[in-house]
Each structure stands twice: as C-alpha cells, then as structure tokens.
C-alpha cells in the first residue's frame, strides 16, 4: 500500500472519530473511475467518494490532482451522509411497506367477506400513492447531502471544504460539467446528488449565513 493510500485510510479513521460517527472500518484505497456492475455502470464522481466493503473507493482521475489533506472535507462530508441516509433510508422504508401491508391486510379481507377477487385491483391504489410520495422523498437525500456538507465543513473548515470544490470545479472534468446542465436533474434520481454548484453555493450560505 501506498504511503498516500495509508494516509487516507488514516484520514477516514481520524475523521470519524471527530465527526463521532462509526468507523466504517476501511483497511484498503480503491482508485476507479467507473463503479457499479457491468450492466449498469456509472462515472465515478470526481467530488465525491465511496465506502465499500473493507474499501475506501476513489475517483481515478484524481488520484494526482488532490491532496491527502484536501480529500478530508469529501471524506468527511460522506460520513457524515451515510449516518444521515441510515435515518431517512429507515423512514423510506416505513413510507414503502407500511402502506402496502395495509392495503394487502384490506384486500385479502374484502376478497374473504364478499368472495370476489376484484377487489385485487386495489393493488393499483399503492402506486397511485406510493409514487408521489417517494418523488418528495428523494429530496431528502438531496438535502442530506448538503446538511452533510455543512456538517463536515464545521469540523475540517468551510474554507478548506470550499477551495478543493472549486479546484475540482475548475479542472472542467467532463462528468461535472455535465452534473451542471439544466435538464440532467438528480434530484429526481433514486439516490439522488448535488452537483458541486450546488454544494459550493450550500458553503457559500454557511460561510456569509
């Protein structure tokens, strides 16, 4: 292991400490530039950063343009997340099944006292439902990414969190560029992301604010 992937995994451990946080416990740096499966792959976000299994997983084309120490505010900022998504994934997960195990309970009653199995058609009343709600529901994960943001930056320093985004900004990488156009919307995204203007003028508030 390189000595800049030891100091990152050292990063992580120091940073969770801080945050006060669980240490996702990260014993290697994976640097890759396409993450996902071979089916559905993806562009690895250059402002971002990943924690998988054992595995710190890090934009590839970055690797010489940042830092150790300029990595920390997007390490801590996806700590930071990650206990944020745990508390809205449990209430996601309330907000999918707790309608559909009423509506299955109401239906398989309705069939039992009147014996016709049209009733099933009710099934198509959840997504009716279901649908807007989960829309409104990605917007918390989009905010949470920002409040992760805001976060982090009170422990490493809105100024350091804000100078690496506006490096990254300025190397005019094509997957971000990209992230800024008005009709890519990742809001609307199951996991949805902020782009890096949105989470430069997010610091930026907190910084004036």
Known sequence: MSLQDSSLLDA?????????????GLDDVGWRNVVGTARYPRVMPSDQCEFWP??????AQMRDAISVDEWRPIIASELVYRKLYSKVGRKR??????????????VVVLIFITGSSAWAGLGFLYFIVIIPVLRGNTRFFYRCRL???????GVVGKEAFLEVLRKIDSLKLPEIEKSKNPGFDNRRAVNPVPNIIDRIANLEQLTTG
Do not use: H
């Open 12 to 24: 992580v451990r120091g940073l969770a400490a801080q945050l006060d946080v669980t240490d996702p």
């Open 54 to 59: 054992r595995q710190l997983i890090l934009p």
């Open 93 to 106: 997960t309330a907000l999918l099944l707790g309608p559909l195990l009423a509506l299955v309970v109401i």
């Open 147 to 153: 409040d992760a943001d805001r976060t982090a930056a």
